[in-house]
C-alpha cells in the first residue's frame, strides 16, 4: 500500500461564489456552515482521516476569512496558503502554489465540492495506469449541470461535454484530480486558466485517465444545492 503522507494536497478555495451571494454575502463560501461546520472542514477531516499530511490551501477572493477559520493546522494536517492577487483561475491557482506542493504526483481538490470516495484506492490507479493525470469520476442520473465526461475501455478519458447538452445519465468530473508534478509545470504562470475547460481537453491522449465509480457527490455552487448540503453530510461519519 502506497504512503499517502508522501502526497502533497492542493484545495482550490479562491473562487467568487457570485451564485451564492444572495445567501452568504460577504462570505467566502468555503467556509459557509453545513451541520454547524465550515464546509471546507468536511474535506480536511476527509482528508486527515486518509492519510494525508501536507495541504496547500489556495486562496483568493475573501481569503483571510479562510485563514481565520483554520490556521496552520488541522488534526494531522499541516495547513500552507497560497494567496492569488487576482483570480487566476483553477489551473492558475494551482501553478501559483507549486512551490508548496514537493510532491511527484499532486492531489487537487475542489474547495467548493465534496465527492465522497477512496482517495487510497484512487492513488494506487493513477499509479497501476502510470498516469499523467487521473479524475475522479462519478455516476449521475442527470449530467446537464455539470458536463460529461467519457471515458474508453482502458479508462483513458476522450472527451468531455459541456454542461447543458443532455440530460442523460453518465459520468461526471467529482472535482478531486491526481496530476503529475511535471504537468503542472507545463501550465503558463501567471494568467488566468481553468484548468477543467483550456487545460483537461488538451491532456487527452496524454496519459488522462478518470476512475469511475458511484461516488456520492455535491457541490455548494448554487443557493438550492447549498440548501442539500446538510442532508448529504448526515450520512457520513465526518
Known amino acids: 500500500m502506497k504512503y499517502l503522507g508522501d502526497v502533497h494536497v492542493a484545495i482550490l478555495a479562491g473562487g467568487l461564489g457570485t451564485r451564492l451571494a444572495s445567501v452568504l454575502p460577504g462570505q467566502q463560501k468555503v467556509i459557509a456552515k453545513v451541520k454547524k461546520r465550515p464546509f471546507l472542514e468536511y474535506i480536511l477531516e476527509q482528508l486527515d482521516q486518509a492519510g494525508f499530511k501536507n495541504v496547500v490551501i489556495c486562496t483568493g477572493y475573501l481569503g483571510d476569512q479562510v485563514i481565520k477559520a483554520f490556521g496552520d493546522k488541522y488534526k494531522g494536517l499541516y495547513l500552507r496558503y497560497s494567496k492569488e492577487q487576482s483570480p487566476l483561475g483553477t489551473a492558475g491557482a494551482i501553478v501559483n502554489a507549486l512551490s508548496y506542493l514537493k510532491s511527484e504526483n499532486v492531489l ?100 488522462f485517465y478518470g476512475y469511475k465509480g458511484k461516488h456520492d457527490f455535491i457541490d455548494i455552487g448554487t443557493p438550492e444545492t447549498y440548501a442539500q448540503a446538510e442532508l448529504f453530510f448526515s450520512r457520513f461519519k465526518l
Open 108 to 207: 487537487i481538490i475542489n474547495g467548493d465540492s465534496f465527492c465522497e470516495c477512496n482517495l487510497q484506492s484512487f492513488y494506487e490507479f493513477h499509479l497501476k495506469k502510470e498516469a499523467n493525470a487521473s479524475i475522479i469520476l462519478t455516476a449521475v442520473s442527470d449530467t446537464s449541470r455539470y458536463g460529461k465526461v467519457y471515458v474508453d475501455e482502458s479508462d483513458q478519458i476522450v472527451g468531455f461535454e459541456e454542461k447543458g447538452k443532455s440530460r442523460e445519465p453518465g459520468l461526471i468530473n467529482g472535482g478531486i484530480y491526481l496530476i503529475n508534478r511535471s504537468f503542472i509545470e507545463e501550465i503558463p504562470e501567471g494568467k488566468a486558466i481553468s484548468i477543467e475547460k483550456e487545460v483537461f481537453p488538451n491532456w487527452i491522449g496524454k496519459g
